[in-house]
């Protein structure tokens, strides 16, 4: 019959008798114990020393590290001295973790003013069932799964003892387990099982598994991409556990040593910080990671800039040079319109003038750089015309003139201006008159470079009625003339084709003697 059952758990590997602090080394790699958890540099430190209790309770030391040397010195004599070595921090490593190594260490901190000791023992975990009847089952878990005794990794220990005076049974049962890397957040219980009850579950366990570090990362933070002016951190990552805190930072090939933190900062780089940088952990130089820092950069300089002055048919020098980090695209526009290519300036016309703008640009970097051209020359008139407007009671003269600054135009007669145009250094201009007589007009343009004129003869309407009449007459005329030309050329053509019939029948030129007969009468008859 079950009276009484109770759990306790007993699941400590490593324990600091002063902190409470627990660790667990990995079988057959360097265990690390802590000293103090860290805490055991005070001010005016003298020495750390380590020492352990043998198997037969006698002390034995271990190593000596003086504060104002880098090595320590190793003072054992058994195993352990080919096995043992100081951190940075002063933690104790042992390398080739064993199940012998189950004992208790002790850190020794000499300063000045001061004495302390900070003791790490190896326990194993126990579970114990008290009062029971009959006795009960006790059962190791890890992450809710059994653990097996395998004789190699896995050692457990049961015994049953029975009180004499109540015949009541406890049952204990400890576990000697060699933890792993992955065992950081393992959780172990022990559960009770009982044909009198339902099963009992211990509290969950979990241990801090220490183990050295065996790979260190550096990370850049900083945007991407890094700029001229930019703050870059370099941050230094350790796998160990605890990880290390203090690290060594290699700043192109200047070592800098950073304590109890794991970044180092450049400020307001430049293109010069662009390099190789490593860090590596205090102890081990060898062990260190590499990032190569890029800070990107980029310098254009555009030939001509601002406002530029061209004559026309001059030639226009556009030089762009580049000095960047990384391959640069590069884009024009005219008048905020995107050319295909910048064009050809080798003969400067009207309608090359305009703003250029270039940009420049990489990853996170852009430069914008531009000149405005403007190409004069002396206005030339190209073009002067006439033409009825659509209500055919006045006339229409356009002049087109090619120059710059715009021409002004002037005319010799008083009219209307209609409209006027100016693109590309071509304008246009236009002017309505009505004339009552026949004129002779100029059109005359002129800029701060020169001028031009040009002339056209502008009819009245009566006098251009009168010459339309005049000209259809003398169309009419021509027009009979042709015709009696080709009546003519007709019968010349039927003449020449008789005689030639004549010829062939043998008869004389002058025709039959039928047809003389009868070109004798009708002369008769006239003469009557």
Not at 38 to 60: A, C, E, H, Q
Not at 160 to 181: E, F, H, M, N, W
Not at 345 to 355: E, H, R, V
Not at 386 to 399: E, I, P
Request: charged share 25%; with cysteine; hydrophobic share 30%.
């Amino acid at each position: 019959m079950l009276t009484h059952r109770q759990l306790r758990i007993h699941a400590l590997p490593i324990r600091d008798f002063q902190t409470g602090y627990t660790v667990i080394g990995l079988y057959g790699e360097t265990i690390e114990v802590p000293c103090n958890n860290g805490n055991n540099k005070p001010d005016g430190l003298i020495f750390t020393k380590w020492k352990y209790v043998k198997d037969d309770g006698s002390p034995g030391d271990l190593l000596v590290k003086q504060a104002q040397k880098d090595e320590a010195t190793v003072s054992a004599t058994d195993g352990y001295k080919s096995r043992v070595s100081i951190a940075a921090n002063s933690s104790l490593l042992i390398a080739r973790g064993s199940l012998a190594d189950q004992r208790v260490f002790t850190c020794m901190v000499v300063s000045l003013t001061n004495l302390e000791e900070h003791s790490v023992e190896v326990k194993l975990g126990e579970c114990v069932v008290e009062n029971a009847n009959p006795p009960a089952d006790l059962i190791w878990m890890k992450n809710d799964q059994p653990l097996v005794d395998d004789g190699k990794m896995i050692f457990i220990t049961s015994t049953i003892t029975k009180d004499p005076v109540t015949g009541l049974s406890s049952t204990s049962s400890r576990l000697q387990y060699t933890a792993r890397k992955e065992d950081v957040e393992s959780q172990f219980t022990c559960t009770a099982k009982h044909e009198m009850g339902p099963d009992q579950v211990s509290e969950p366990e979990t241990f801090p598994i220490h183990y050295p570090t065996e790979k260190v990362s550096l990370q850049v933070i900083s945007q991407s991409p890094i700029r001229e002016g930019d703050d870059v951190t370099l941050k230094c990552q350790a796998d160990g556990n605890p990880p290390p805190t203090s690290f060594n930072f290699n700043i192109k090939g200047k070592k800098v040593t950073v304590t109890d933190k794991d970044v180092y900062t450049l400020t307001g780089v430049t293109r010069a910080d662009s390099g190789i940088y490593k860090c590596s952990l205090l102890d081990n130089d060898v062990m260190e990671s590499t990032q190569f820092v890029t800070v990107s950069f980029l310098d254009v300089s555009l030939t001509p800039t601002g406002k530029v002055l061209k004559k026309l048919g001059e030639n226009l020098m556009v030089s762009l040079e580049k000095n960047t980090s990384s391959e640069a695209k590069v884009t024009w526009t005219k008048d905020n319109r995107k050319l295909d290519k910048l064009p050809d300036f080798s003969k400067l016309t009207y309608s090359d003038a305009g703003l250029y703008v270039c940009d420049v640009s990489i990853e996170g970097i852009k430069r914008s750089l531009s000149f405005e051209l403007t190409v004069e020359g002396i206005p030339k008139i190209t073009s002067l015309t006439k033409h009825r407007s659509n209500d055919g009671k006045h006339k229409v003269l356009t002049c087109e003139a090619e120059g710059s600054p715009k021409p002004d135009v002037q005319w010799s007669v008083n009219g209307t201006n209609d409209e006027m145009s100016y693109v590309n250094g071509k304008a246009t201009y236009k002017l309505t008159v009505v004339p009552s007589k026949n004129l002779t007009v100029s059109c005359f343009v002129t800029n701060k470079l020169g001028e031009d004129t040009k002339e056209i003869s502008v009819f009245s309407q009566k006098n251009e009625d009168g010459a339309e009449q005049a000209k259809v007459i003398v169309g009419v005329v021509v027009g009979l003339l042709v015709a009696a030309a080709l009546v003519g050329l007709t019968y010349w053509l039927y003449i020449k084709k008789t005689r030639q019939g004549s010829w062939k029948t043998g008869e004389k030129e002058t025709g039959t003697s039928e047809e003389s007969k009868k070109l004798e009468e009708n002369n008769h008859k006239a003469d009557v």
